[in-house]
Structures are given as C-alpha cells and as structure tokens.
C-alpha cells in the first residue's frame, strides 16, 4: 500500500506540473503568435514613422548637412503655391475617381450578375484586365490616347463630333485631371467591380422576389434593395478610393515624362512630395509634407469611421 501510495503521490505531482506547464504556455503563446506582426509592424510602420516625423523638424542638404529648424517646415507648407496647387489637383482627382468608380462599378456590377446578360463571364475578364497592366503601359498609352495632334484617338474622335483639337495634357488644370480620372479609373474600374460584385452575392434572393411582388420595378430595386445591401461594400471601396486618390503617383508621372507638367496642371501631392525630396534635395520639407499627408488621411479614416458607422451593426 505504502508503494501505491508513493506512486500515486509522484503521478499527481507530475500531473501538476504538466498542467502548470501548460499555463504557462497558454499564457505565452498569444505574445508568440503575434510577435511577428510586432517586430515587422515597429520595423516597416512604427520607426519610419517617427523618422519621418523627425526629418519633418530639420533642414536637410544633401547627406550629411542636417540642421534643426522645428516648425519651420511646416509653416512654409501654408505660403507654398505649388503646395495649394498639389492638394487643389488631388482633391479634384479624388472627387473624379470616387464619382465614376462608385457610379459605373456598381452599374456595371448589377447588368453583370444578371445571368441574364449575354457574355457576361467574359465581359468581367476584360473589364478586370487593365488592373493587371503595367502603370508604365498604361501611362504610355494615354499619353497617345491624349496627344495634341489632329489625329490622336481622343482628338479624331472630337473632329467626328465637331469640335477642334486640344491639347488635353497640356491645356488647362480640368484638362490635366480629367486625363488622370480617365487613365486612373480605366485601371481600377474592374477591380471595384469585382468588389461590387462580390457584394451582390451577399444579398438574398428573396429581397428581390418579394420586391417584385410588391410591385417593385428595377429602378426601385436597384434603390430600395441592391444599394442598401451593398452599403459594407460601398464604405470600402469609398474609403480605399479616397486614401488612393490622395497619394496618387504613378499617373501623374507616367502621363508628363518624369511628372514635368506644364504649369502644374497635372502635379498631386505625393507627385510634389517626390520631386521636392529627389529633384531638388529637400528632404526635411518634403519630409514635412508626407507628415501633414499622413495626418489628414488618418483624420479622413477617421470622419469615414464616425459618420459612415463603419463596424457598427444596422
């Protein structure tokens, strides 16, 4: 009995060990598993930010040539001309894409999931194809679609209609913008629809019946019925438009060669953000504008968050 006893008593204390091992383990493995998400987030997100934060506050020439000037930065930001111009070009931009995408996307969208539409597989294919075409192809291309000769695509077909030739990249700001809207929204039109219509699957059947019962005719229920369906769609893709639209790049610089555009018609934000720090080598002021970028996007999120309800039920 004695050795029965013995047994038993070192079984339970094994018993109490695995299970305070076990514990421990249970209270260590939440910190591993997300160990990697915190060394890359502090190492691709936490520390250039603060490092541009600290290159905001100093005038920087060249390598080595590093002077702290503090607010300096950003009180010329507000007597930049170009500045104004940058942000008038963008908010235009942003304007012009959210219309359009949002708009034809989801038109496109509903003709699309109805099986109905002839060829409608095939339509999303080519609709979805630019999102994989080189922004550098792209570019190409539209720079020819918007050429200022009488026979350029865009130009012949104005003849056609009547109306002279432009100069469409080099005219005017609506011109220079409207080249942007058209090229920017010819490659993400597809990938928007996709979203939409992944959305659409989403919506029950028996909405639709029952609002054709009900006398519902198609317009009705794209309003009453499809919109207010894909209203989680419709808040992501508005919310991804904005943030792109404001930090568009490539267009701008593929469109004018190495974005040198004609008294700033076709100049964005982070287009100006570029030259200032790798044309003209002043990377504390352009250091200043990607942190007063990065703040009116947060705060933008921010807005979206609080009056779109976005994570909040109904």
Not at 11 to 37: C, D, Q, S, V
Not at 70 to 91: C, E, I, P, Q, T
Request: aromatic share 14%.
């Amino acid at each position: 009995m004695g050795g029965v006893g013995v047994s038993l008593m070192l079984t339970g204390r094994k018993r109490g060990a695995a299970e305070r091992h076990g514990i421990n383990t249970m209270r260590i493995a939440p910190y591993l598993f997300t160990l990697p998400f915190v060394i890359s987030f502090c190492l691709f997100f936490a520390y250039p930010l603060g490092y541009m934060v600290m290159m905001s506050l100093e005038n920087i020439e060249g390598i080595s040539s590093v002077t702290f000037v503090g607010m300096k930065n950003y009180v010329r930001l507000f007597g930049d001309a170009r500045v104004m111009n940058a942000v008038r070009n963008s908010v235009m931009f942003t304007a012009g894409i959210l219309v359009l995408n949002v708009v034809l996307a989801l038109l496109l969208a509903v003709v699309l999931n109805n099986r109905q539409t002839p060829l409608r597989n095939m339509f999303r294919s080519a609709l979805y194809l630019p999102a994989l075409t080189s922004i550098i192809v792209a570019g190409i291309y539209f720079r020819l679609f918007f050429g200022s000769g009488d026979r350029t695509p865009l130009n012949s077909v104005m003849s056609f209609l009547g109306f002279g030739p432009k100069a469409w990249l080099f005219d005017t700001v609506y011109t220079g913008v409207f080249a942007l809207v058209i090229t920017s929204t010819w490659r993400w039109l597809g990938t928007n629809l996709i979203y939409f219509l992944c959305g659409l699957q989403s919506i029950p059947q028996e909405l639709y019946e029952a609002a054709e019962i009900d006398g519902a005719g198609p317009l009705q229920r794209l309003i009453y019925v499809t919109i207010p369906g894909l209203r989680p769609m419709i808040v992501f893709v508005v919310t991804v438009l904005t943030y792109g639209g404001l930090r568009m790049f490539g267009e701008s610089y593929v469109l004018w060669t190495n974005g040198n555009t004609p008294n700033n018609i076709g100049i964005t934000i982070v287009l100006y953000i570029y030259k200032t720090a790798f044309a003209r080598y002043q990377t504390g002021y352009a250091a200043a504008m990607s942190t007063l970028l990065f703040v009116v996007l947060f705060f933008i999120n921010l807005l979206y968050i609080r009056f779109l309800k976005i994570g909040k039920e109904g």
